[in-house]
């Protein structure tokens, strides 16, 4: 009887959450075409959804009739909290940094709430780092010099971490309400009609023409499901479910399945159309549309897809792979093509004609229903489409309230001048060397990006560092694209390298070695981001011709060198000296990209013309053996 009640406990729940979670997307998409608040309030409500939603989720995953009336108890708070701000909103706005008691108390709940759903959502590592900037803000006039800061009452510092609709609210909740959640559902949506049988395919189909197919397979599907999840952990479970079992059955190592798997979809994050979270904050911080920042990141996207297939048909060669020869449905690439192009199209033309990332989205959103209903085999059915865009919504919420704790970190850096005290601290332990200081940004992005969600770690470093960096001469939008490859190049990058870990599962393969080849199989898009600061043409903007010509050709040089260098093979093994030799032509290549010795870039050809040349005859010798005999 008891577990009776509780299976219908749970199924009401679920009901609830559903519905909940319905709501959430009718009324933001309703909000595209008839704003129903002001913009403070849009986020209010955004954040309002958030609150209900995660705590209805919390609800039901806990075991414990405690657990329950403690989450319950926190949603209703979280309404109270919501409510009275939307009706304070005028007097807080009007009178911020002077809280009444009543406002205090608000304040301080609402904080606390979303630092327990960040927590529950993202892990501790980044509400411990906004906690220390809050402790910084209150007792940061304690600490003598140039670090410290003049004191701050507690209701001020409270009003800049939401009270006062600061901090919480602000750009980067508003990207949440207006630029990021609709991109969620439209993902969510792929999933449900089944998009990614027809990616499977084109990945088959393809990959039966280049070397290593079974991973060109999973380098193609992926990149096309990620560029819609944005997520690469995420899509290393959807994905790497049928391509990972595929590459080990034609011959790929379980760690070299699971790191192609890994690379292939964190890629998603930075190819356009709709790439993932971090593009939107930085269209926010920039003031640019998305748009623009969706061409700029276009030939990065190509090299980095090329070499990944480089790097897989490397790897093939060098253990003997076999092209793939798996049949083709052509009908699921037939029917499955209007469902991806005509929204991604859709997507894409409504950007480049400046309307709003949240009409693109609903727009591809009705189309995409709309194509989807064509067909029995593509059209969901009622329940499993309302569950879907609840799902969405519940990865949307977590989104907001990432968002909201960002905005409060973002706050504690500016109201109490940290940002530019930290900056001004890099800036010295780099001795005003511009390489160095770009080196450290690196690192630190790449240290974020192993503890924090690519958006957080893009967010926290281009606050940090990008501040230094155009003080050194560098545009703001090359920083923060620098920034931002880095955060995401976290997901495949030891020690943690979180798209590596979930490929390593899936793979039955160890974690660190699996890492360690994911990171050798995308080394060499590490250093595109040091060639993009001195030669604009790679993120699509204006350079002389020669030089651009140059530029392209010395990374493509560079690109190649590396991976035979970090691969230990091109043509066929490499030797220690032959892989040496392909590090001085990377290196040359690079001296000439970053600083622009023509004489490098001389050297590198020559040197690289020269290995390739033995590589060949070295192929050939072992492809007959007989020669080697007369």
Known sequence: MTETVSQTSQSRLDMLIVGVGILMVFYHMLSVWVPMFDALLHQNAHLGFAFVLLFLVAIRQSAKKWEKITFTGLLLIGVIVVVYMHVEQERLHMWA??????????GLAMVSLIFFLTW???GSIFPILVSVSVLYALFGHLIEGALGHPEFEPGLVLSNLGIGFAGTYGMLLNASANLIFLFIIFGSLFELVGIDRFFIEVGTFLGRHLRGGSAQTAV???????MCTGAAAANVALTGAY??????????????????????STGGQLTPPVMGV????????????????????????????AIAMLGVILIASKVGVPMLKADINRDSLIHGAPLFLIPIGLITYLLIMRYTPAYSALVAIIALLAIAVLRKETRPSPGVLLKGMAKGAVMGATIAVACAMIGMFTSMLTFTGAGPKIAGLIEALSGGNFLLALIFTMLLAILLGCAMPTPVAYVVTALVVAPVLENMGLSLIMAHFFVFYYAILSAVTPPVAGAALVGSRLAGAGYLSTGWESLKLIAPFFLLPFFMIRNPVILSMAQPLIPAVLAIISLILACLAFMAFCQGYLFAKTNPAERIGF??????????????????????IILFTGLCGFQIRKRVRVACPENQMN
């Open 97 to 106: 940094g002077y809280p009444e008691s009543l406002d205090v108390v608000i």
């Open 120 to 122: 529950k959502s993202w």
């Open 220 to 226: 193609f599907s992926s990149s096309f499901v990620g």
């Open 243 to 264: 391509t990972i079992p595929l590459m080990k059955r034609t011959g790929f190592k379980g760690e070299h399945a699971g790191a192609i798997e890994a690379v292939a």
């Open 278 to 305: 971090a593009i939107f904050l930085m269209a926010s911080f920039l003031g640019v549309s998305y748009a623009e920042l969706m061409a700029t990141a276009l030939i990065p996207a190509v090299f980095y897809y």
């Open 583 to 604: 590090l001085i032509v990377a290196i040359a290549s690079f001296l000439f990209g970053f600083y622009g010795y023509l004489a490098a870039l001389a050297t590198g």
